[in-house]
């Protein structure tokens, strides 16, 4: 049986400088969890998770998150294929956002676009955004229907 | 003058495939920004952003955040020297997210407890967490005060 209970913080020093996981989650319930590669660090994707798929996450080494679109929990890669697989965990300062190291499933992509990353365009200081990686590694319609 | 308005959202296909930068702030007016080390990916740190700091950071090419507990505009590294100069900004397929490419100034250390990353800690399987950078850049009694 998963445990989704996780102790409350302590104090600042405990949470900062403890060895006990004690995770902040918002008044959603959610905490912010960025997964990035785990060899190369590239920022992947961003997501938010709840109390049971960070438990599940820990469990399983596969990410889970929370959608908030469809309010439920998120296997990713359950539909594409594209699972993630946890090389390591981090949390910060606050205990309030985690980094996932992930080395990604299938084709490699984290992105429901197909690509590698959701992060593929750059914000110029005009405004304007300017695409920096635009190879699909997978075919969205095809593995999610289409839109 | 600082342009604090951002233009609204097009259609799906535009914020995901579009030119045009239309970022999507939360229902606080805040949108997630991860900042990341411009030469090594290294995750450094997790910050909200609010449309000022957002515009600052685009206009002046160094990091603004906005600090939820105290409720105001933060340029990073004002009191601590510790500023981000910006090398890049990235968006995420939604158009919900930030990440920033940065460079950070004086001692390197974008953590307030002094270390260069947020993300000292590693969370295991257990549950408890590993300590996996403990290199304090700056001091932080010196540099923010006693607590």
């Excluded at 900062?16 to 959603?28: I, M, Q």
């Excluded at 049971?52 to 679109?69: M, N």
Aim: hydrophobic share 35%.
């Amino acid at each position: 049986m998963t445990d989704t209970q996780f102790p409350p913080a302590d104090s600042i020093d405990d949470v900062e400088e403890g060895s006990d996981f004690a995770p902040h989650f918002n008044d959603a319930g959610l905490i912010p969890a960025m997964a990035i590669d785990a060899e190369t660090n590239a920022p992947l994707m961003f997501a938010f998770m709840n109390r049971e798929s960070l438990a599940l996450t820990l469990e399983t080494g596969l990410a889970h998150y929370y959608s908030r679109s469809r309010g439920s929990l998120w296997k990713k890669g359950e539909t594409s294929g594209q699972l993630q697989h946890i090389e390591r965990v981090r949390t910060d300062c606050d205990q309030d956002v985690l980094v996932l190291e992930v080395r990604v499933a299938g084709d490699g992509a984290a992105c429901h676009t197909g690509r590698a990353t959701c992060f593929y365009r750059r914000v110029n200081p005009d405004r304007s955004l300017t695409t920096i990686d635009n190879v699909r590694k997978i075919d969205p319609e095809a593995t999610y229907g289409k839109k």
